[in-house]
């Protein structure tokens, strides 16, 4: 038998291997019981007092065992108090002018903003960009933005792989 021969009967008898496998995982009742054990033994390692809590029928939030990366660090910072950790909600105000005008945070050297207070029946929006420190306005209706540094950096997601 030649070795392309050998090799097509390995690959045969390997996938067939791996599908009794696969239904027999589907079908066998004590692989899903292991499988939600091994879950539980999770949110157990993670929240400790969680199998207690989920024997008496309680829901154990997602927040409580997401520790690690960006959704862990938002649900902190929701928890801390901070409802927006992202700095991206936006903020109802009143039409301005250069002695009061809207002030909008940044991260970066500058914004782009949308002035959306413009007429009620236009059927575009402004876009506007401004430098940090800088004040814009609004060619249609007047109202003036200014770009602020933010004032609490320290809250903002750090990454330990990327920075």
Not at 45 to 67: F, S
Not at 127 to 135: D, G, R, S, V
Request: hydrophobic share 35%; aromatic share 10%; charged share 25%.
């Amino acid at each position: 038998m030649s070795s392309l021969g050998k090799a097509l009967l390995q690959t045969v008898k390997e996938t067939a291997k791996m599908s009794r496998v696969v239904v027999t995982e589907m079908l066998n009742p004590f692989y899903w019981s292991q499988n939600r054990k091994d879950y539980k033994m999770m949110v157990e390692k993670k929240v400790p007092g969680a199998l207690e809590r989920m024997e008496k029928g309680e829901m154990i939030p997602e927040w409580e065992y997401v520790t690690e990366g960006k959704l862990g660090w938002e649900y902190r910072q929701v928890l801390a108090g901070n409802p927006d950790p992202w700095c991206v909600e936006g903020v109802f105000y009143p039409r301005t002018d250069h002695t009061r005008p809207h002030i909008i945070y940044t991260l970066e050297s500058y914004r782009v903003i949308g002035c959306v207070d413009c007429m009620d029946d236009q059927h575009y929006i402004n876009y506007l960009l401004i430098q940090k420190n800088e004040m814009g306005r609004c060619k249609d209706c007047g109202s003036c933005y200014v770009c602020l540094p933010h004032p609490e950096p320290d809250l903002i997601f750090q990454d330990a792989v990327h920075h």
